[in-house]
């Protein structure tokens, strides 16, 4: 069946890094388009990053822009959002999605964290 698994969320001072990877399994991961959503309490869900197939080409939302870098590795069907200078808004549950014509599929999400 279709899975995927968010990992490499946890705590971190302003500032700091952490690199969220999303493996997958029982879809064809290279025909999907991967993308990085956040949701922090009491806010709708934020589309943050998009990487296109061949992982080429990302689009990135304005709040992340410059400090947040997603990537893939179709071989290992796994998706990566590396996420650096992190501010206490970036404070969320991060959930990756597959998404492909009509076919959508959610990880569990992952939360982040920042706070000194």
Not at 41 to 47: C, I, Q, T, V
Not at 71 to 91: F, G, I, V, W
Request: proline content about 3%; hydrophobic content about 25%; glycine content about 12%.
């Amino acid at each position: 069946q279709v899975q995927l698994v968010e990992s490499g969320g946890g705590s971190v001072q302003p500032g700091g890094s952490l690199r969220l990877s999303c493996e997958t399994s029982g879809f064809t991961f290279s025909t999907y388009v991967m993308n990085w959503y956040r949701q922090a309490p009491g806010k709708e869900r934020e589309l943050v990053a998009t990487i296109y197939r061949s992982g080429s080409s990302t689009t990135y939302s304005d709040s992340v822009r410059g400090r947040f870098t997603g990537s893939r590795d179709n071989a290992k069907n796994t998706a990566y959002l590396q996420m650096n200078s992190l501010k206490p808004e970036d404070t969320a549950v991060y959930y990756c999605n597959a998404f492909w014509g009509g076919s959508s599929h959610w990880g569990q999400g992952t939360q982040v964290t920042v706070s000194s």
